[in-house]
């Protein structure tokens, strides 16, 4: 038999136990998760310059810099989000002048039927409604065998796949014609991996179609603007 | 043979992560499509592993055993994140190659393993060591199955090691008009690979106690006197 007393001694000591191990674990948390806040802050700095330099870096890709003398970073705008790019998210888009006259757009777009979803492309495009060059920025694609789309990772670097869309435009490809040539179209693609190529270059030709009938509008609006659709056609 | 000796052979070969435990196939099947992938992944597994041995070897007086699995898993998840920030920020070039590899490490339950079995109950440089052992023996098995998925499904090797070393290619082994073999690359070909990996181990495994049979065997029937081990 166990005296009452005893009982109220050994609940008094699971309840003291609990009550350390609790406060413990809250100390490891506080503890660690000051350690992890502390980090973010002191590389918070670096990683944002570091990402700032890979947007220019992909910008300069599709762009080269010698095409225009404004700040492309100073002249941008905010794009709400647009069905037709394939964005869910409102994007930045820059405007490329050269003596004040509009040279080109760089923009943000993507394509969802990649073969593992979304594939993120940025593209420069110019006055004349030519795609000067466009770049994946992010993708799922099967390597080794859907990621050729990535420059990086194209095994053929002397001519890799996304440079074929170089300076072309509705008027050297007629609309009907910006698909993969399995779609009857004129552009190439790696037997075994046409999804991967179809997404991207069907998104480039809504992005071109778009940019071309916007591109009034999105160079009249001032620096920092917001771009909302005038009105979605039927 | 010696203390670390033994932690040495356990991580490379014994007790191997991969072949021995079958611990931490997430990130092992996702990642090991190329060599330069999955020697990125495995480096990036050293850092994490040892990192979190140490600080959990440091830590393990103050360590409750009720609540060691969640302290553990707090103590690994910031270690990881805590070194995913500092790659970004100070080895950004190392980071835009191994950084998505990262994150991943959390799913890698080989880290708690380790942490749990070893670190919690044995001192700091052990520890530690354990850590780069269990690492360095998880490197070279996805290593390798990398470079064999890597070859049978695009009949590359070291394809991408650019990003590493810009001064080095991919070496083309097959002809450049292999038309590949996709299910080599897809997660179904890893565990094809994996299963042979085993088999491999346990061929040589099975080999080597049977030496070691016939060898005591050997020695009794020249002493029969000598009591059998």
Known sequence: MTEPIEIARRESSALRISVRTAAILLAFTLVFTALMAGTYRATAPLVAASALAEKLRLIGEVLPPSLYDNDLMADAITLAPQKALGLDDQTRAWRARKNGKPVALVLEA????????????????????????????????????????????????????????????????????????????????MSGATISARAVTNASGRALTWAVEHHDNLFALPANGRYEEPRSKP | MNAYKEIAWNGLWKQNSILAQLL????????????????SLGLATIVVMMLANFAISALRALIPYEIRIPVFILIIAALVTMVDLAFNAFLHDLYL?????????????????????????????????????????????????????????????????????PTLSGIQILPADYPGFLIAMLPPGAFFVLGLLIAGRNWLEARANQRLREQRIHHQADHPTSVPA
């Open chain 2, 24 to 39: 931490g196939l997430c990130p092992l099947l996702a990642i090991s499509t190329n060599f330069v992938n999955a020697v």
């Open chain 2, 97 to 165: 190659v191994l950084g998505i590899f990262i994150p991943l490490i959390v799913t890698n339950c080989i880290v708690l393993a380790r942490v749990e079995a070893f670190a919690a109950k044995n001192g700091l440089r052990a520890s530690t060591l354990d850590g780069l052992m269990m690492g360095i023996g998880f490197v070279w098995v996805i290593a390798l199955l990398g470079a064999v998925r890597e070859f049978v499904g695009q009949g590359t090797l070291f394809s991408g090691i650019e990003m590493i070393f």
């Open chain 1, 110 to 189: 993507a394509a969802l039927d990649g073969y593992s979803g979304r594939i993120s492309l940025i593209l420069a495009i110019d006055a004349e409604g030519r795609l000067l060059a466009q770049r994946v920025t992010a993708h799922k694609e099967t390597p080794g065998l859907g990621d050729y789309i990535d420059p990086k990772k194209d095994r053929n670097k002397a001519r890799p796949w996304i440079t074929q869309f170089s300076n072309l435009g509705f008027d050297s490809v007629p609309r009907e014609k910006w698909r993969v040539k399995k779609d009857g179209g004129r552009f190439d693609q």
